[in-house]
């Protein structure tokens, strides 16, 4: 991570179980191009990147390699280094990235957070956003019911929650479950959702 004086803004890019793909590459110029710095920690530990068809292998990997917590604590740790450096500070996440994102919106070290289909943000509803938070969910995931997920979160103060046409990975333009217009319209959101972030 470069150094850099106070006044600017950054977003900590959290990736989903494949690691720093293609995917992150994609989303940081966009970022960049949109007058965000970004930041990508590597929460795989130099494991990775995973192809998309090795997606067992990759679960497999986070969840018995890595695990929620200690992928959480590497990235409170990057985000507090940036809370020192930059006035404005955004977790997005993508999957296990976003349900990571959703742990750091609970620390008030953020001042905004987006996750994208964090499935796993189920098992951690006792959490609560303390800064504004949006949240992109599919129509329907394997693992769970994305409508009771919504009915117990959607009353929070600062969460927004959309729910987009697709699959789990509905907006990664690499993967086989892409769907170009629930991710045009999930992009528009992200990017007024970080244009209206207070400076």
């Not at 957070?113 to 951690?124: A, D, E, K, L, T």
Request: hydrophobic content about 35%.
């Amino acid at each position: 991570m470069r150094e850099s004086g106070r006044g600017q803004s950054v977003v900590l890019l959290l990736h989903e179980i494949y690691g720093l793909n293609e995917h992150m590459d994609f989303l940081k110029r966009r970022l960049e191009r949109h007058r965000w710095e970004a930041v990508v920690p590597d929460l795989l530990e130099g494991r990775g990147p995973f192809p998309y068809e090795r997606e067992e292998e990759a679960y497999r990997h986070f969840t018995e390699r890595i695990g929620f917590p200690a992928a959480a604590d590497r990235a409170v740790s990057v985000l507090t280094d940036l809370r020192r450096r930059y006035d404005r500070v955004c977790v997005l996440g993508y999957s296990a990235g976003a349900t990571v994102a959703w742990i750091c919106g609970a620390t008030g070290l953020c001042d905004g957070v987006v996750g994208f289909y964090g499935s796993q943000i189920r098992n951690h509803t006792s959490l609560y956003p303390r800064c504004p938070t949006l949240l992109f969910f599919p129509e329907r995931e394997r693992s769970f019911d994305v409508d009771a997920l919504i009915g117990l979160l959607h009353r929070r103060d600062r969460l927004r929650i959309e729910k987009m046409a697709g699959r789990h990975g509905f907006a990664d333009p690499f993967s086989d479950r892409y769907d170009r217009r629930s991710s045009l319209r999930a992009t528009r959101c992200l990017l007024s959702f970080l244009h209206d972030l207070p400076s």
